[in-house]
C-alpha cells in the first residue's frame, strides 16, 4: 500500500497532567503517516482521488489545540479517529505525538507515543 506523510507538524497545546501545563501550554510536534491507494490519483492527477495534505494538517491542528487533555496518548487517539473519519480514503496511519518539554526533572531529547489504526 502507498502512504502519505506529514512530519514535524508544530501546535501549541494545553495538554498535561500538571496545572501548569494547562495554564501555560507548550509546543507540541506529530508526524503522520497515512497509507492508501495513491495509483487513482497518479493516473488522473486528480486531489480528490488523495488525500489533501493541508486538509490533514487542519484536521490535526483542531484536535491538538482543542480541548485539553491529560495524555499524549489521548491527544493521539483523538487525532487517529479524526483523520480516520474524516478521511475514508485512508486505510490505516500511523501517528506519533511529541511533546519535547514535557515536565521531566532532568536532560532528554523528547518524549512521544506512537500509535496505529485502521479503518474499521
Known sequence: MDKIEIRGMEFFGRHGCLPEERATGQPFLVDIVLWLDLMPAGESDDLEKTVDYAAV?????????????????SVAERVAAAVLAAYPLVRRLRVTVHKPQAPIPGK?????????????
Open 57 to 73: 494538517f487542519q484536521t490535526v491542528q483542531a484536535v491538538v489545540e482543542g480541548a485539553p487533555v491529560a495524555l499524549i496518548e
Open 108 to 120: 532528554f531529547a523528547d518524549v512521544s507515543v506512537t500509535l496505529r489504526r485502521e479503518q474499521s
